[in-house]
Protein backbone atom coordinates (compact mmCIF):
# COMPACT_ATOMS: atom_id res chain seq x y z
CA UNK A 1 0.00 0.00 0.00
CA UNK A 2 0.94 3.56 -0.65
CA UNK A 3 2.15 5.70 2.32
CA UNK A 4 -0.35 8.89 2.06
CA UNK A 5 1.67 11.44 1.18
CA UNK A 6 -0.56 13.96 2.90
CA UNK A 7 -2.36 13.89 6.39
CA UNK A 8 -5.52 11.73 5.55
CA UNK A 9 -7.92 14.19 8.22
CA UNK A 10 -6.72 17.67 6.26
CA UNK A 11 -6.50 16.71 2.73
CA UNK A 12 -5.99 20.38 1.30
CA UNK A 13 -3.45 21.52 4.23
CA UNK A 14 -5.84 23.58 5.84
CA UNK A 15 -3.60 23.52 8.69
CA UNK A 16 -1.04 25.61 6.36
CA UNK A 17 -2.58 28.58 7.06
CA UNK A 18 -2.80 27.97 10.95
CA UNK A 19 0.27 30.04 13.08
CA UNK A 20 2.24 28.47 15.82
CA UNK A 21 0.35 29.73 18.24
CA UNK A 22 -2.72 28.17 16.80
CA UNK A 23 -1.00 24.87 16.03
CA UNK A 24 0.29 24.83 20.00
CA UNK A 25 -3.23 25.05 21.27
CA UNK A 26 -4.75 22.61 18.90
CA UNK A 27 -1.76 19.95 19.84
CA UNK A 28 -2.10 20.95 23.95
CA UNK A 29 -6.37 20.18 23.74
CA UNK A 30 -6.08 17.33 21.53
CA UNK A 31 -3.33 16.04 23.93
CA UNK A 32 -5.40 16.42 27.05
CA UNK A 33 -8.59 15.04 24.70
CA UNK A 34 -6.61 12.03 24.19
CA UNK A 35 -5.46 11.26 27.75
CA UNK A 36 -8.32 12.38 29.70
CA UNK A 37 -11.67 12.53 27.64
CA UNK A 38 -11.37 9.38 25.31
CA UNK A 39 -10.83 7.07 27.93
CA UNK A 40 -14.01 7.82 29.70
CA UNK A 41 -16.49 9.54 27.44
CA UNK A 42 -18.01 6.14 26.16
CA UNK A 43 -18.93 5.30 29.98
CA UNK A 44 -20.39 8.97 30.31
CA UNK A 45 -22.52 8.93 27.13
CA UNK A 46 -23.80 5.18 28.72
CA UNK A 47 -24.48 6.39 31.83
CA UNK A 48 -25.97 9.85 30.48
CA UNK A 49 -23.61 11.82 33.06
CA UNK A 50 -21.86 15.12 32.37
CA UNK A 51 -17.99 14.71 33.38
CA UNK A 52 -17.88 17.51 35.64
CA UNK A 53 -14.96 16.32 37.32
CA UNK A 54 -13.04 17.28 34.22
CA UNK A 55 -14.11 21.26 34.38
CA UNK A 56 -11.11 22.55 36.22
CA UNK A 57 -8.59 20.81 34.26
CA UNK A 58 -11.15 22.68 30.92
CA UNK A 59 -9.96 25.82 33.17
CA UNK A 60 -6.59 25.28 33.52
CA UNK A 61 -6.13 24.65 29.90
CA UNK A 62 -7.61 27.96 29.32
CA UNK A 63 -10.56 26.71 27.01
CA UNK A 64 -13.14 28.76 28.97
CA UNK A 65 -13.98 32.31 27.75
CA UNK A 66 -11.09 31.54 25.34
CA UNK A 67 -11.73 34.28 22.75
CA UNK A 68 -12.52 37.39 25.32
CA UNK A 69 -10.35 39.61 26.32
CA UNK A 70 -8.95 40.29 30.38
CA UNK A 71 -10.97 39.12 33.45
CA UNK A 72 -8.39 35.79 33.19
CA UNK A 73 -9.40 34.75 29.57
CA UNK A 74 -6.87 33.83 27.22
CA UNK A 75 -7.93 36.27 24.77
CA UNK A 76 -7.01 33.63 21.34
CA UNK A 77 -7.82 34.27 18.41
CA UNK A 78 -10.57 32.86 16.00
CA UNK A 79 -8.40 30.26 14.27
CA UNK A 80 -7.47 28.87 18.10
CA UNK A 81 -10.98 29.76 19.60
CA UNK A 82 -12.57 27.60 16.35
CA UNK A 83 -9.55 24.60 17.19
CA UNK A 84 -10.17 24.07 20.20
CA UNK A 85 -14.10 23.70 19.53
CA UNK A 86 -12.24 21.10 17.14
CA UNK A 87 -10.55 19.14 19.15
CA UNK A 88 -12.99 18.69 21.95
CA UNK A 89 -15.61 17.76 19.61
CA UNK A 90 -13.51 14.95 18.28
CA UNK A 91 -13.50 13.73 21.70
CA UNK A 92 -17.54 14.72 22.25
CA UNK A 93 -19.95 17.42 21.03
CA UNK A 94 -20.88 17.23 25.20
CA UNK A 95 -17.32 18.56 25.91
CA UNK A 96 -17.73 21.29 23.09
CA UNK A 97 -21.24 22.40 23.91
CA UNK A 98 -20.01 22.98 27.58
CA UNK A 99 -17.30 25.19 26.65
CA UNK A 100 -19.51 26.72 24.14
CA UNK A 101 -22.47 27.69 26.58
CA UNK A 102 -20.34 28.61 29.27
CA UNK A 103 -18.12 31.10 26.84
CA UNK A 104 -19.93 32.09 24.17
CA UNK A 105 -23.50 32.12 25.48
CA UNK A 106 -22.87 32.77 29.28
CA UNK A 107 -19.40 34.89 30.12
CA UNK A 108 -19.62 36.83 25.90
CA UNK A 109 -23.01 38.50 27.21
CA UNK A 110 -21.76 39.49 30.85
CA UNK A 111 -18.36 40.73 28.94
CA UNK A 112 -20.25 42.60 25.71
CA UNK A 113 -23.30 44.01 27.64
CA UNK A 114 -22.59 43.72 31.28
CA UNK A 115 -21.00 46.84 33.90
CA UNK A 116 -17.84 46.63 34.77
CA UNK A 117 -18.88 45.29 38.75
CA UNK A 118 -20.78 42.35 36.98
CA UNK A 119 -17.59 41.39 34.89
CA UNK A 120 -15.63 41.54 38.07
CA UNK A 121 -18.37 39.53 40.09
CA UNK A 122 -18.83 37.03 37.57
CA UNK A 123 -16.33 36.10 34.56
CA UNK A 124 -12.61 35.72 36.45
CA UNK A 125 -14.54 32.91 38.63
CA UNK A 126 -16.13 31.61 35.08
CA UNK A 127 -12.58 31.84 33.87
CA UNK A 128 -11.60 29.21 36.41
CA UNK A 129 -14.07 27.07 36.43
CA UNK A 130 -15.67 27.92 39.95
CA UNK A 131 -18.75 29.23 38.68
CA UNK A 132 -21.14 27.41 35.79
CA UNK A 133 -23.18 29.27 33.78
CA UNK A 134 -26.23 28.61 31.39
CA UNK A 135 -27.99 30.98 28.43
CA UNK A 136 -31.99 30.38 28.30
CA UNK A 137 -33.41 31.63 25.70
CA UNK A 138 -35.95 28.85 24.18
CA UNK A 139 -39.10 28.40 25.40
CA UNK A 140 -40.97 25.09 25.33
CA UNK A 141 -43.89 26.53 22.63
CA UNK A 142 -40.97 26.88 20.22
CA UNK A 143 -37.06 27.91 19.95
CA UNK A 144 -37.09 28.92 16.39
CA UNK A 145 -39.43 32.06 16.83
CA UNK A 146 -37.48 33.70 19.58
CA UNK A 147 -38.85 37.29 19.44
CA UNK A 148 -42.01 35.56 20.52
CA UNK A 149 -40.89 35.19 24.38
CA UNK A 150 -43.13 34.40 26.89
CA UNK A 151 -40.69 34.53 29.94
CA UNK A 152 -41.48 38.19 31.34
CA UNK A 153 -40.24 40.77 33.32
CA UNK A 154 -41.89 43.46 35.24
CA UNK A 155 -40.59 46.11 37.27
CA UNK A 156 -40.85 46.12 41.35
CA UNK A 157 -39.34 48.96 43.42
CA UNK A 158 -36.06 48.94 42.46
CA UNK A 159 -36.28 45.16 41.80
CA UNK A 160 -37.44 42.77 38.92
CA UNK A 161 -39.78 40.30 38.56
CA UNK A 162 -39.23 37.14 36.28
CA UNK A 163 -41.84 34.86 35.45
CA UNK A 164 -41.66 32.00 32.82
CA UNK A 165 -39.85 28.88 32.21
CA UNK A 166 -36.67 27.85 29.26
CA UNK A 167 -36.98 24.39 27.99
CA UNK A 168 -33.08 22.65 26.49
CA UNK A 169 -31.08 24.50 28.49
CA UNK A 170 -27.26 23.27 28.33
CA UNK A 171 -25.85 23.32 31.63
CA UNK A 172 -29.14 24.15 32.34
CA UNK A 173 -29.61 21.86 36.08
CA UNK A 174 -25.82 22.52 37.31
CA UNK A 175 -25.50 26.10 36.69
CA UNK A 176 -24.82 28.34 39.25
CA UNK A 177 -25.77 31.47 37.15
CA UNK A 178 -28.56 31.91 34.21
CA UNK A 179 -28.47 34.19 31.85
CA UNK A 180 -32.03 34.46 30.71
CA UNK A 181 -33.75 36.30 28.02
CA UNK A 182 -37.49 38.05 29.17
CA UNK A 183 -39.74 40.68 27.60
CA UNK A 184 -40.13 43.30 29.41
CA UNK A 185 -42.16 46.99 28.46
CA UNK A 186 -38.47 48.23 26.53
CA UNK A 187 -38.30 45.11 24.54
CA UNK A 188 -36.15 41.89 25.50
CA UNK A 189 -33.73 42.12 27.99
CA UNK A 190 -31.26 39.61 29.38
CA UNK A 191 -31.26 39.16 33.30
CA UNK A 192 -28.20 36.79 35.50
CA UNK A 193 -30.56 34.61 37.63
CA UNK A 194 -28.15 33.05 40.38
CA UNK A 195 -29.05 29.32 41.89
CA UNK A 196 -30.97 29.66 45.15
CA UNK A 197 -32.98 32.68 44.42
CA UNK A 198 -36.55 32.21 45.48
CA UNK A 199 -38.70 31.04 43.15
CA UNK A 200 -36.08 29.61 40.57
CA UNK A 201 -36.05 26.13 40.02
CA UNK A 202 -34.00 23.53 37.53
CA UNK A 203 -34.78 20.43 36.71
CA UNK A 204 -32.38 18.06 34.04
CA UNK A 205 -33.89 16.33 31.31
CA UNK A 206 -33.37 12.65 31.26
CA UNK A 207 -34.01 10.08 28.50
CA UNK A 208 -32.28 11.79 26.08
CA UNK A 209 -30.81 10.28 22.97
CA UNK A 210 -28.24 12.00 22.36
CA UNK A 211 -25.62 14.25 24.08
CA UNK A 212 -25.81 11.77 26.65
CA UNK A 213 -22.39 13.34 28.58
CA UNK A 214 -24.04 16.72 28.43
CA UNK A 215 -26.14 18.24 31.37
CA UNK A 216 -29.59 19.73 29.93
CA UNK A 217 -32.31 21.11 32.14
CA UNK A 218 -35.36 23.01 31.80
CA UNK A 219 -35.73 26.33 33.89
CA UNK A 220 -38.77 27.48 35.80
CA UNK A 221 -39.23 31.01 37.36
CA UNK A 222 -41.68 32.01 39.71
CA UNK A 223 -42.10 35.79 40.58
CA UNK A 224 -38.27 35.45 40.73
CA UNK A 225 -36.84 38.74 42.33
CA UNK A 226 -34.15 39.92 40.43
CA UNK A 227 -32.43 43.35 41.46
CA UNK A 228 -30.90 45.16 38.97
CA UNK A 229 -27.44 44.57 39.56
CA UNK A 230 -28.40 41.42 37.72
CA UNK A 231 -29.63 43.28 34.53
CA UNK A 232 -27.10 43.30 31.63
CA UNK A 233 -27.32 46.76 30.94
CA UNK A 234 -26.23 47.22 27.02
CA UNK A 235 -28.96 44.57 26.32
CA UNK A 236 -32.02 45.56 24.66
CA UNK A 237 -33.84 43.75 22.28
CA UNK A 238 -33.74 40.22 20.23
CA UNK A 239 -30.28 41.73 18.74
CA UNK A 240 -28.64 40.82 22.21
CA UNK A 241 -29.05 37.06 22.22
CA UNK A 242 -28.74 36.25 18.75
CA UNK A 243 -25.03 38.17 19.19
CA UNK A 244 -24.49 35.91 21.38
CA UNK A 245 -25.62 32.48 19.37
CA UNK A 246 -23.28 34.13 15.97
CA UNK A 247 -20.59 33.54 18.91
CA UNK A 248 -21.71 30.21 19.90
CA UNK A 249 -22.91 29.00 16.10
CA UNK A 250 -18.51 30.15 15.11
CA UNK A 251 -17.69 27.39 17.60
CA UNK A 252 -19.82 24.95 16.48
CA UNK A 253 -19.14 25.49 12.79
CA UNK A 254 -15.30 24.16 13.75
CA UNK A 255 -16.52 21.95 16.47
CA UNK A 256 -18.40 19.40 14.33
CA UNK A 257 -15.60 18.77 11.87
CA UNK A 258 -13.51 17.21 15.03
CA UNK A 259 -16.60 14.52 15.05
CA UNK A 260 -16.45 13.79 11.59
CA UNK A 261 -12.97 13.51 11.55
CA UNK A 262 -13.32 11.46 14.51
CA UNK A 263 -15.72 8.96 12.83
CA UNK A 264 -13.55 8.76 9.50
CA UNK A 265 -9.91 7.93 11.48
CA UNK A 266 -11.61 5.40 12.73
CA UNK A 267 -12.94 4.06 9.73
CA UNK A 268 -9.88 4.29 7.76
CA UNK A 269 -8.16 1.94 10.11
CA UNK A 270 -11.45 -0.48 10.96
CA UNK A 271 -11.65 -0.88 6.85
CA UNK A 272 -7.98 -1.60 6.59
CA UNK A 273 -7.99 -4.39 8.88
CA UNK A 274 -11.82 -5.89 8.18
CA UNK A 275 -11.32 -8.90 5.94
CA UNK A 276 -13.79 -9.58 3.78
CA UNK A 277 -14.23 -11.83 0.49
CA UNK A 278 -10.56 -12.38 1.06
CA UNK A 279 -9.66 -8.65 0.52
CA UNK A 280 -9.47 -5.83 3.08
CA UNK A 281 -12.78 -3.79 3.58
CA UNK A 282 -10.86 -0.65 2.35
CA UNK A 283 -9.78 -2.63 -0.95
CA UNK A 284 -13.79 -2.61 -2.13
CA UNK A 285 -14.24 0.50 -4.85
CA UNK A 286 -17.72 1.22 -3.03
CA UNK A 287 -16.20 1.60 0.67
CA UNK A 288 -13.27 3.81 -1.03
CA UNK A 289 -15.84 6.15 -2.75
CA UNK A 290 -17.91 6.58 0.70
CA UNK A 291 -14.14 6.98 2.17
CA UNK A 292 -13.60 9.77 -0.18
CA UNK A 293 -16.42 11.48 -0.03
CA UNK A 294 -16.31 11.21 3.83
CA UNK A 295 -13.12 13.18 3.39
CA UNK A 296 -14.83 15.42 0.79
CA UNK A 297 -16.88 16.91 3.39
CA UNK A 298 -14.43 17.41 5.95
CA UNK A 299 -12.49 19.49 3.58
CA UNK A 300 -14.68 21.71 2.61
CA UNK A 301 -15.82 21.75 6.09
CA UNK A 302 -12.39 23.07 6.63
CA UNK A 303 -12.22 25.40 4.14
CA UNK A 304 -15.20 27.24 5.00
CA UNK A 305 -14.58 27.49 8.69
CA UNK A 306 -11.36 28.85 7.71
CA UNK A 307 -12.92 31.49 5.77
CA UNK A 308 -15.07 31.95 8.58
CA UNK A 309 -12.43 32.65 10.50
CA UNK A 310 -10.51 35.17 8.33
CA UNK A 311 -13.67 37.42 7.92
CA UNK A 312 -13.74 37.21 12.06
CA UNK A 313 -10.57 38.25 11.89
CA UNK A 314 -11.48 41.11 10.15
CA UNK A 315 -14.34 42.19 11.96
CA UNK A 316 -16.53 41.28 8.90
CA UNK A 317 -18.27 37.95 9.62
CA UNK A 318 -22.03 38.26 9.38
CA UNK A 319 -24.49 36.41 10.96
CA UNK A 320 -25.82 35.30 7.79
CA UNK A 321 -22.39 33.74 6.67
CA UNK A 322 -22.70 31.72 9.73
CA UNK A 323 -25.69 30.39 9.31
CA UNK A 324 -24.22 29.08 5.74
CA UNK A 325 -21.56 27.57 7.57
CA UNK A 326 -23.36 26.29 10.54
CA UNK A 327 -25.80 24.75 8.27
CA UNK A 328 -23.00 22.92 5.99
CA UNK A 329 -20.69 22.16 8.62
CA UNK A 330 -23.24 20.41 10.60
CA UNK A 331 -24.97 18.44 7.79
CA UNK A 332 -21.42 17.37 6.45
CA UNK A 333 -20.22 16.30 10.01
CA UNK A 334 -23.89 14.10 10.71
CA UNK A 335 -23.79 12.31 6.78
CA UNK A 336 -20.21 11.41 7.49
CA UNK A 337 -21.55 9.85 11.04
CA UNK A 338 -23.84 8.38 9.48
CA UNK A 339 -22.14 6.57 6.89
CA UNK A 340 -19.36 5.86 9.06
CA UNK A 341 -21.53 4.03 10.95
CA UNK A 342 -22.95 2.11 8.21
CA UNK A 343 -19.75 0.75 7.07
CA UNK A 344 -19.37 -0.67 10.62
CA UNK A 345 -22.00 -3.11 9.88
CA UNK A 346 -23.71 -4.55 13.19
CA UNK A 347 -20.30 -2.91 14.95
CA UNK A 348 -21.39 0.43 14.16
CA UNK A 349 -24.23 0.57 16.18
CA UNK A 350 -22.12 -0.53 19.16
CA UNK A 351 -20.70 2.32 21.75
CA UNK A 352 -17.30 0.44 21.39
CA UNK A 353 -17.05 2.52 17.86
CA UNK A 354 -17.50 6.14 18.03
CA UNK A 355 -19.78 7.06 14.95
CA UNK A 356 -22.62 5.96 16.70
CA UNK A 357 -22.25 8.84 19.73
CA UNK A 358 -21.26 11.52 17.20
CA UNK A 359 -24.21 10.42 14.86
CA UNK A 360 -26.37 10.68 17.63
CA UNK A 361 -24.95 14.12 19.38
CA UNK A 362 -24.78 15.47 15.87
CA UNK A 363 -28.55 15.21 15.76
CA UNK A 364 -28.57 17.58 18.53
CA UNK A 365 -26.04 20.01 17.32
CA UNK A 366 -27.79 20.39 13.85
CA UNK A 367 -30.58 21.35 15.96
CA UNK A 368 -29.85 23.43 18.37
CA UNK A 369 -28.66 27.45 18.07
CA UNK A 370 -31.05 27.19 14.92
CA UNK A 371 -32.35 24.30 13.48
CA UNK A 372 -30.45 23.38 9.67
CA UNK A 373 -34.04 24.76 8.09
CA UNK A 374 -33.95 28.07 10.05
CA UNK A 375 -30.60 28.86 8.71
CA UNK A 376 -31.12 27.72 5.29
CA UNK A 377 -33.75 30.15 5.90
CA UNK A 378 -31.42 32.93 6.76
CA UNK A 379 -29.53 32.37 3.92
CA UNK A 380 -32.37 32.53 1.33
CA UNK A 381 -33.07 35.54 3.22
CA UNK A 382 -29.87 37.43 2.73
CA UNK A 383 -30.32 36.53 -1.00
CA UNK A 384 -33.83 36.99 -1.85
CA UNK A 385 -34.16 40.28 0.67
CA UNK A 386 -37.75 38.60 2.09
CA UNK A 387 -37.96 36.85 5.61
CA UNK A 388 -40.05 33.23 4.60
CA UNK A 389 -39.67 32.38 8.34
C1 LIG B 1 -29.46 19.16 23.48
C2 LIG B 1 -29.97 20.54 23.29
C3 LIG B 1 -29.36 21.61 23.96
C4 LIG B 1 -29.87 22.91 23.83
N1 LIG B 1 -29.29 23.96 24.53
C5 LIG B 1 -29.89 25.17 24.53
C6 LIG B 1 -29.40 26.24 25.36
O1 LIG B 1 -28.39 26.08 26.07
N2 LIG B 1 -30.08 27.42 25.41
C7 LIG B 1 -31.18 27.63 24.65
O2 LIG B 1 -31.77 28.72 24.74
N3 LIG B 1 -31.68 26.65 23.82
C8 LIG B 1 -31.05 25.44 23.76
N4 LIG B 1 -31.53 24.43 22.94
C9 LIG B 1 -32.75 24.68 22.18
C10 LIG B 1 -32.56 24.72 20.68
O3 LIG B 1 -31.91 25.90 20.29
C11 LIG B 1 -33.94 24.54 20.05
O4 LIG B 1 -34.32 23.19 20.24
C12 LIG B 1 -33.98 24.89 18.56
O5 LIG B 1 -33.78 26.26 18.37
C13 LIG B 1 -35.31 24.49 17.93
O6 LIG B 1 -36.39 24.94 18.71
P1 LIG B 1 -37.54 23.90 19.12
O7 LIG B 1 -36.91 22.69 19.69
O8 LIG B 1 -38.53 24.60 19.97
O9 LIG B 1 -38.19 23.47 17.74
P2 LIG B 1 -39.32 24.29 16.94
O10 LIG B 1 -38.95 25.74 16.89
O11 LIG B 1 -40.64 23.93 17.48
O12 LIG B 1 -39.16 23.69 15.47
C14 LIG B 1 -39.73 22.42 15.11
C15 LIG B 1 -39.44 22.14 13.63
O13 LIG B 1 -40.06 23.13 12.83
C16 LIG B 1 -39.11 23.68 11.92
N5 LIG B 1 -39.48 25.07 11.66
C17 LIG B 1 -39.62 26.06 12.58
N6 LIG B 1 -40.00 27.20 11.98
C18 LIG B 1 -40.09 26.92 10.65
C19 LIG B 1 -40.44 27.69 9.48
N7 LIG B 1 -40.76 29.00 9.56
N8 LIG B 1 -40.46 27.08 8.29
C20 LIG B 1 -40.14 25.77 8.17
N9 LIG B 1 -39.81 24.98 9.24
C21 LIG B 1 -39.78 25.56 10.45
C22 LIG B 1 -37.76 23.53 12.61
O14 LIG B 1 -36.70 23.57 11.69
C23 LIG B 1 -37.94 22.17 13.29
O15 LIG B 1 -37.66 21.16 12.36
C24 LIG B 1 -31.00 23.14 23.00
C25 LIG B 1 -31.58 22.06 22.32
C26 LIG B 1 -31.09 20.79 22.45
C27 LIG B 1 -31.75 19.66 21.72
Not at 28 to 51: K, N
Not at 194 to 220: H, P, Q
Not at 307 to 321: D, I
Amino acid sequence: MNTPRIDRLDFLDAASHFSEEDRAIQDSVARWVDARVLPVIRGCFEQHRFPRELVGEIASLGLLGASLEGYGCAGLGPVASGLLCQELERGDSALRSFVSVQGSLCMYPIHTYGSEEQKQRWLPAMARGETIGCFGLTEPHGGSDPANLHTTARRDGGDWLVSGSKMWITNGSIADIAVVWAQTDEGIRGFVLERGMAGFDATEIDNKFSLRASNTGALFFDNVRVPQANVLPGALGLKAPLSCLTQARYGICWGVIGAAQACLAELIDYTATRELFGRPLAQNQAIQLRLAEASRRITAAQLMALQLARLKEAGRMTPAQVSMVKWNNCRAALDVARDCRDMLGGAGISAEYAPIRHMLNLESVITYEGTETIHQLAVGRELTGLAAF
